[in-house]
Nanobody, 117 residues
């Protein structure tokens, strides 16, 4: 089992910045962020594997930056130039590689990000 604890959400004005953090209870292969806006399905924001390979949604490229501190089992999401459409609950995601069987996937409880003037 892997527990994920998120922090850093809040209310910010358009054009502002926020930094999300997520700490995992143990080392994992991949960590990242997904979000679910009002009336929308959950969607990928950004992920990063242990080796540093990243994947971003087109809608956040150039504005959001994902980073990891593997020694602390922590992933960060620096969000700049925030827009009202970035308003959503942001969920931390972790994938633990398993030698035999499918990889295990875990989710945090989510943290609210609201972009509004």
């Amino acid at each position: 089992q892997v527990q994920l604890v998120e922090s850093g959400g809040g209310l910010v004005q358009p054009g502002g910045s926020l930094r999300l953090s997520c700490v995992a209870s143990r080392s994992v292969f991949s960590m990242g962020w997904y979000r679910q806006g009002p009336g929308k399905e959950r969607e990928l924001v950004a992920t990063m594997r242990n080796g540093g390979l990243t994947n971003y949604a087109d809608s956040v490229k150039g504005r959001f930056t994902i980073s990891r501190d593997n020694a602390k089992n922590t992933v960060y999401l620096q969000m700049n130039s925030l827009k009202p459409e970035d308003t959503a609950v942001y969920y931390c995601n972790a994938v633990r590689a398993v030698v035999i069987g499918p990889n295990e996937e875990y989710w945090g409880r989510g943290t609210q990000v609201t972009v509004s003037s």
